[in-house]
């Protein structure tokens, strides 16, 4: 690891009083010292100069102007006086693209600082990296609080060219963009989506309906620009390569052109709302989209103000979002944890029962029934009923019937677990689970709905039993 000191002084200040300093900042960071950094005018001090090369390392100043400009954790109005910034050690390191693992540390007459550089891409500082991450932690999609302003021609021809360069099989580049500002169009648009707004409100239990309905999904008419993408399943003709194994890949590429593009418009200020309530027939033929072409997206996009700092869905309770510890898997599925955290899927949850349950829990109840085999659709006539189907069968699609082909006991119950966690991240709040069918399997992944139902902090009873279970033993 190459490690950078940023370094304030006074004048005079000894070389014993800097090494003393130094070593103790130093205490427990692992890697070489590379780098000093002071402020202009600091660098012929002796004491410095006979730390930087004892060190082995190089010197480098900063101007006070650029380190006034960097932000630090403790900006101190004392030094910003004396030195013209509020900070030389911390905000050297900053400057430099390390990234600050020690804050400032004194003594009586020095400060410092100390940054790692991670190995990284050349020509990309740690701010860079940062910024990187930053919008796309920042991205949002957007549905409200949207300016009265028109999108200007160089500023989306800068966002489309970042969904242009998106990757692609075989560099099919299967996507198009339709942009379309024409009220008369989008008003036929919109009308598509209240018909699909309004069936799937029909499909939901009472209590979720009336959530949804307080829930905004689109913005076709409030945006001065929506911007279809299109796919072209067959582009490039016959030998596109990588795609012959997988056609799906084509619709992956299109995707992350949007993705792109919803990233480059984040940091331009413009928000893009993904509009998915259409049958993708429909929307294509009020835009007059040729046969081969198909609909992949449909985007409204404007100026915006600001940007919510968390997903919509989320702030008005609707769903959560999934830790990434669920969705990453060590060596074998089932196997969840982040890196360096191997565990499997129901010690973690035993762990979580007895620690006590997940932040947002919804109010819907869910009534889970795991079959074995037979017909899971005869059981989908009421709405808040979720067909659990374990056996190896596939049964037909049918976003009512969750198939879990569960192979042993301990795979059924981490699939159960599973089960659990996502219907609580969709707004469960009580599930109310029947075992149809009297098979191990069934039994397993039932006890992991348990397990993982009351680890989330959900109500989990037994459809037969009458009061809520309360705890993993049960
Ligand atoms: C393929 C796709 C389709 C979507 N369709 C809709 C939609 O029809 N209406 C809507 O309000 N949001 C839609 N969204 C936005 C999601 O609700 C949103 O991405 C999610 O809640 C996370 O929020 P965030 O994008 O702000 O992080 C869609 C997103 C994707 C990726």
Sequence with gaps: MSLVLGIGLRTGTSYRELRDLVYRALTGVVGAVESVVTVEGREDEPGLQRLVASLGAQLFTASSVDLAAQVVPTPSEQVGELAGTASVAEAAVVLSGAALVVPKQKSAGATVAVGVV?????????????????????????????????????????????????????????????????????????DLAVAQRDAFAASLPADRRAAFDGLKIEAILDTPLNIAVTCDPARGGRHVLGRHADPRTVWFSAAIAVQNLWLAARAEGLGVGWVSFFDPAEV???????????????????????????????????????????AVHQEQWGLRGLPGEVASATAAVRDAVASGGFEQVGSQVVRVLVVDGGSAASYLSAADVLVVQVGAEKPAADFGVLWRPARTADEAVELGVEVARDLVLQGAGELLVSCVGQSEVAESLTQGLRWGGLACGAVVRRADEPTAVTDSTA
């Design 118 to 190: 991670e190995a990284a891409a050349p020509g990309y500082s740690h701010a860079d990296r940062e910024v990187v991450h930053r919008v796309i932690a920042e991205r949002r999609d957007v549905r409200r609080g949207f300016l009265d302003k028109p999108v200007d021609d160089e500023l989306l021809t800068r966002v489309l060219e970042a969904a242009h360069r998106a990757p692609s099989v075989g560099l099919s580049q299967p996507w198009d963009f339709l942009l379309i500002r024409d009220v008369a169009t989008r008003q036929r648009v919109h």
């Design 284 to 326: 294509g033929e009020v835009l007059g989209l040729p046969a081969h072409v198909e609909l992949l997206g449909y985007l409204c996009v404007g100026h915006v103000e600001e940007f919510a700092a968390a997903p919509e869905l989320v702030r008005s309770g609707w769903a959560s979002r999934r830790p990434l510890a669920w």
